[in-house]
């Protein structure tokens, strides 16, 4: 079993540096991807689990079918609306994202990071996987790719970018775990890394 985390958009692996210290005990990996260098990308291993912060759990979701259990932080089913008022954020919102990405990516970043509490940026921004980031996030649907693995979803009640009911959307139905913090905004990792360590190494040990 190793752990495998997967930022999010317009975030760095660094994320992850006072939750894994948390959950030493397990094989761990980080994926980068490269939107402030070069990517960095494990090769898979048989019973690797999925932990993703935001579109890090898509990202996850998009390049494999065979984790052995996930763990969704901060997430969501859908970042765009659908018809059936499923996700987000409007469509024009993400669209507005796209415009700025195009016209100053390093400013679009430190906004967007500030949105959320978290550090301004380590590097200058590489727009490019940046704006795949984005078309990630305006196109792709996690529902039809959960399958029936176990799945554990951590959330906050002051998730002011990924509402609550949107936790609730992607648990629903899938004998998920549900577990909501009450502070700690879009940003459970490094505002909360004990609340989802703990969680994570419960979910793990009944594996």
Request: contains cysteine; glycine residues 10%.
């Amino acid at each position: 079993m190793r752990l495998v985390f997967v930022h999010g958009w317009a975030l760095g692996p660094e994320c992850w540096d006072l939750v894994s210290p948390l959950l030493k005990s397990f094989p761990q990996a980080r994926v980068d991807l490269g939107y402030f260098g070069a990517p960095r990308l494990p090769d898979p291993h048989p019973g690797d689990i999925l932990i993703g912060h935001s579109a890090g759990f898509l990202w996850g979701l998009r390049q494999r079918a065979d984790w052995a259990g996930m763990v969704a932080i901060n997430s969501f089913s859908r970042f765009c609306l659908d018809a059936q008022g499923r996700g987000c954020v409007k469509p024009a919102a993400l669209r507005a994202m796209q415009a700025q990405l195009a016209r100053d990516a390093e400013e679009c970043v430190r906004n967007f990071r500030a949105s959320i509490g978290a550090p301004a940026p380590p590097e200058l921004a590489e727009a490019a996987p940046l704006a795949q980031g984005l078309e990630l996030l305006r196109s792709f649907d996690v529902l039809p790719h959960l399958g029936e693995k176990p799945l554990l979803v951590l959330a906050t009640k002051d998730d002011a970018l990924a509402p609550a009911r949107e936790a609730e959307n992607l648990a629903q139905g899938l004998g998920a775990s549900l577990f909501f913090s009450e502070k700690g905004g879009h940003g459970l990792p490094w505002a909360a890394p004990e609340f989802c360590a703990g969680k994570i190494e419960k979910f793990l040990q009944a594996q």
